[in-house]
């Protein structure tokens, strides 16, 4: 392990330490967090590689054992996920029908981008709801690899790489979906530059991310079961996260999720059938979900908007 330690890659304070260290489950070596005194990010090093997203990764043979992207892309609608598809429609729809635009056409279609889509099953969803606020639905995808390929050449879907979506011209979107990629990114100042420039003034970036900063987090600290240092390399609370926002241009829109939430609870009790029959019947009650939010943090994580004005950078 190096000696010096970096600058924050989420706000550039030199203010960092190590916090601490811990042996990979996958790959049998040891990392190491450092932490940003400042606004508390955290990043992990030395990154694996982006090799290890392979696709024995995606069928849950990898460091994330609660990942299945084989199910999504085969049958989405008895997915989880489908809990968290909806939910982010959801409030998409709302921001977008809340939006006072008198310019827009109502018959322009929602520009949307899932950066990250992964098996696809967020693009399949939005494809078969069709529209969003009374307005038509128009879909793009990034992300690379065998489900990108094949979300492209058998589904029909517009799939875009990293050069691509690069290419892609300012402002062309109005709903950017990021969920659950920015901690696999080494650098995440870059991919949210590109995101702020590639929305619309007044669009919506729709974020998901594991919070640190809440009461199990805390409680846990390097234990906490998103500290997966093999692929979970940037480390986000509501802070930390707020002043990336800033650094690129957004700023930031507080959310309140409920079958996102729901997804997050299920996913983690895919190999605990009794415990997750009882957390369906038990997140059906508002006093349970409620709770539930506020020790996993999920609503606390802010998404953003991009001002029709020019936010001043922290």
Same mark, same amino acid.
Request: glycine share 8%.
């Given at each position: 392990? =190096?000696?010096?330690?970096?600058?924050?890659?989420?706000?550039?304070?030199?203010?960092?330490?190590?916090?601490?260290?811990?042996?990979?489950? %996958?790959?049998?070596?040891?990392?190491?967090?450092?932490?940003?005194?400042?606004?508390?990010?955290?990043?992990?090093?030395?990154?694996?590689? %982006?090799?290890?997203?392979?696709?024995?990764?995606?069928? #849950?043979?990898?460091?994330?054992?609660?990942?299945?992207?084989?199910?999504?892309?085969?049958?989405?609608?008895?997915?989880?996920?489908?809990?968290?598809?909806?939910?982010?429609?959801?409030?998409?729809?709302?921001f977008l029908t809340g939006l006072a635009q008198p310019s827009v056409n109502p018959s322009a279609p929602v520009e949307w981008l899932d950066f990250g889509c992964g098996a696809g099953g967020f693009l399949k969803f939005l494809r078969k709801r069709g529209t969003l606020a009374e307005r038509p639905l128009a879909i793009t995808g990034?992300?690379? #690899?065998?489900?990108?390929?094949?979300?492209?050449?058998?589904?029909? %879907?517009?799939?875009?790489?990293?050069?691509?979506?690069?290419?892609?011209?300012?402002?062309?979107?109005?709903?950017? =979906?990021?969920?659950?990629?920015?901690?696999?990114?080494?650098?995440?100042?870059?991919?949210?530059?590109?995101?702020?420039?590639?929305?619309?003034?007044? #669009?919506?970036?729709?974020?998901?991310? #594991?919070?640190?900063?809440?009461?199990?987090?805390?409680?846990?600290?390097?234990? %906490?079961?998103?500290?997966?240092?093999?692929?979970? $390399?940037?480390?986000?609370?509501?802070?930390?996260?707020?002043?990336?926002?800033?650094?690129?241009?957004?700023?930031?829109?507080?959310?309140?999720?409920?079958?996102?939430?729901?997804?997050?609870?299920?996913?983690?009790?895919?190999?605990?059938?009794?415990?997750?029959?009882?957390?369906?019947?038990?997140?059906?009650?508002?006093?349970?979900?409620?709770?539930?939010? =506020?020790?996993?943090?999920?609503?606390?994580?802010?998404?953003?908007?991009?001002?029709?004005?020019? $936010?001043?950078?922290?």
């Open positions: 392990m =190096s000696n010096s330690v970096p600058a924050c890659r989420c706000c550039g304070s030199a203010n960092t330490a190590i916090r601490g260290r811990k042996s990979g489950t %996958f790959i049998r070596r040891e990392f190491e967090f450092q932490q940003c005194e400042d606004c508390g990010f955290m990043s992990v090093e030395p990154f694996s590689g %982006f090799g290890i997203y392979d696709d024995a990764y995606y069928r #849950g043979k990898g460091p994330d054992p609660f990942v299945d992207y084989e199910a999504e892309y085969r049958d989405w609608e008895q997915s989880d996920r489908r809990h968290e598809f909806t939910d982010l429609a959801r409030i998409a729809e709302r990034h992300d690379v #690899g065998s489900y990108a390929t094949l979300l492209k050449s058998a589904d029909g %879907f517009r799939i875009l790489d990293l050069d691509a979506v690069t290419a892609e011209p300012t402002g062309r979107y109005d709903v950017i =979906s990021m969920i659950e990629v920015i901690e696999h990114l080494p650098s995440p100042l870059e991919p949210m530059q590109l995101v702020a420039r590639l929305l619309k003034p007044g #669009g919506l970036l729709l974020l998901t991310t #594991g919070n640190l900063d809440s009461p199990i987090a805390r409680r846990d600290g390097l234990d %906490f079961r998103y500290c997966v240092p093999e692929i979970h $390399v940037s480390l986000f609370n509501p802070r930390c996260l707020s002043a990336l926002y800033r650094r690129v241009g957004l700023a930031s829109h507080a959310v309140h999720y409920q079958g996102a939430l729901r997804f997050k609870i299920l996913k983690n009790l895919r190999y605990r059938p009794v415990a997750r029959a009882i957390a369906q019947v038990a997140l059906i009650l508002p006093g349970v979900r409620q709770t539930a939010d =506020s020790l996993y943090g999920v609503s606390a994580m802010p998404c953003a908007i991009k001002p029709t004005t020019a $936010v001043a950078a922290s």
